[in-house]
């Protein structure tokens, strides 16, 4: 039977005290960092390149320590979009995790966007492989196409929250059933949702009380009867 465990605290503090080389895959959805503005015209979304920069040491510190997590054949598999690429390709880097693919999410719905922009249809998944990493479903594609439209379709209160299956079809694809996925920006919870419905071992960090109570709320309604979570 697959188990879990949510921490409550800062990523970065609950990550080190992690042993090394005990998770199969991370699969996370950080912050992307719109409004981190410290350069530039404040008006912007996403800033200056010394803010992307900036943005990018910040990621790569816990990219090291999820890598550090990382067994010899785990993936580590994160959330963006079209803004935060430059961000994440220089954090990865710094990681010294190159990535190694870009997926698409096609949403399958547009969302809203300013007068000179087109309006977004997709999400990235970028994913970064340890040196034996492998992907054994060999027809996999780069393009994602799962319906989502957060108005409709969300189930909790959280602003970022991603769809159920889409994670789903995302952890079954580098992970076995009885393997450790881990999520250290927790948020709503879908990738624990995901991982123990799958009948993966899933660890999440979430540092926001608020979330955490809702991550609780949705795993004491999966089936069967779950243990109770941990914390620091």
């Known amino acids: 039977m697959a188990d879990w465990t949510l921490y409550e605290g800062d990523c970065l503090e609950v990550l080190r005290e992690l042993p090394s080389e005990s998770v199969d895959a991370v699969v996370t959805d950080p912050p992307y960092m719109i409004g981190a503005i410290s350069v530039g ?25 999820c890598k550090r997590l990382l067994k ?24 010294e995790l190159p990535a190694t693919s870009c997926m698409i999410w096609d949403k399958l719905w547009i969302g809203t966007c300013g007068p000179a922009q087109l309006r977004p249809r997709y999400e990235i998944v970028m994913f970064a492989a340890m040196p034996q990493a ?50 250290p920006f927790a948020g709503s919870g879908t990738t624990l949702v995901a991982a123990f419905k799958t009948g993966r071992n899933a660890i999440g960090i979430e540092r926001e009380p608020e979330y955490c109570e809702i991550i ?15 914390g620091t």
């Open 41 to 65: 015209n404040p008006r912007t979304k996403a800033g200056t390149w010394a803010d992307m920069e900036n943005a990018a040491f910040w990621f790569s510190a816990w990219m090291r320590e």
């Open 134 to 183: 492998r992907i054994e479903d060999r027809g996999a594609p780069d393009i994602l196409a799962y319906k989502w439209h957060a108005g409709q379709m969300k189930t909790t209160k959280h602003p970022a929250e991603k769809p159920v299956g889409l994670l789903t079809q995302l952890i079954e694809l580098v992970t076995r059933p009885g393997e450790i996925v881990l999520d």
């Open 216 to 230: 609780r709320q949705r795993m004491a309604g999966l089936q069967p009867p779950l243990p109770q979570v941990a």
């Open 72 to 95: 010899p054949t785990g993936y580590l598999l994160v959330f963006g979009n079209w803004r935060s690429i430059p961000t994440l390709i220089r954090a990865l880097s710094l990681a």
